[in-house]
């Protein structure tokens, strides 16, 4: 079975121009969540995507977009693109269903890791 | 809200010997999961172990276990016959089910290099 796959791996952009990440969650799952990873630091929630609905949002400028397809499959847009938007971005996806007190895990793509020069 | 803090930015140990990480955590909330991610240098997060707060026994997987001491917010990673291919990131992270806006809140990460 695929896992959480992220297009592309690696990209390169100038200060002010516009970037989409995409992701395509797990088969099945119907919630996707996206991560900022600068280098050295933990990842940051970003954005929580289900059933096409956000449903949770992070401490992030309006310049950070996102939307999920009727596939599940999950946009991430970032605009006006700043040097301190490089970072490695991740993409989750889980079903997050709890029975008897046992949680679903979550899923990680690889990521794209975003330069900004 | 919640915050993790692993104080710890690096440690190093020697294959096959023993290693904890390090791991604190606050929050108000009662009822929560803990975790620890591993981050190779392939850049995926992968899952090592899970804890759920109203669990007293501590979860094992394997070769991993860990030390859960909810009152003092504790959550540390013990890796015992430790190998190369443990060699990575880890990240301590903290979750409140919230079912589909469920989300985790990570640590900053410590780096373990295992030494051969």
């Known amino acids: 079975d695929a896992g959480v796959t992220q297009s592309p791996t690696h990209l390169i952009k100038t200060r002010g121009q516009q970037v989409t990440l995409r992701c395509s969650p797990i088969?099945?799952?119907?919630?996707v969540s996206w991560y900022q990873q600068v280098l050295g630091q933990g990842p940051q929630f970003i954005f929580q995507?289900?059933?096409?609905?956000?449903?949770g949002r992070g401490n992030f400028p309006d310049r950070f977009s996102a939307r999920q397809f009727p596939n599940y499959s999950s946009e991430l847009n970032v605009n006006a693109l700043l040097l301190g938007d490089s970072a490695l971005y991740l993409c989750?996806?889980?079903?997050?269903?709890?029975?008897?007190?046992?949680?679903?895990?979550?899923?990680f793509g690889q990521g794209t890791r975003l330069t900004v020069v | 809200a919640q915050t993790v803090t692993q104080s710890q930015p690096e440690m190093s140990v020697q294959e096959a010997e023993t290693v904890t990480l390090s791991c604190t955590y606050d929050?108000?909330?009662?009822?929560?999961?803990l975790f620890w991610y591993k981050q190779p240098p392939s850049r995926q997060m992968i899952l090592v172990i899970r804890q759920e707060a109203y669990k007293q026994q501590n979860a094992t997987e394997n070769r991993f276990s860990v030390n859960f001491q909810k009152a003092a917010k504790s959550f540390s990673l013990k890796i015992s016959d430790s190998q190369l291919g443990d060699t990575a990131m880890y990240f301590c992270a903290f979750m409140k089910y919230a079912g589909a806006n469920s989300k985790l809140t990570f640590g900053k990460g410590i780096t373990l290099s295992v030494r051969p």
């Open positions: 929050t108000s909330e009662n009822n929560y999961y």
């Open positions: 088969s099945g799952h119907k919630s």
């Open positions: 995507y289900y059933e096409k609905e956000e449903r």
């Open positions: 989750a996806s889980s079903l997050w269903f709890q029975i008897q007190g046992k949680i679903s895990e979550a899923f």
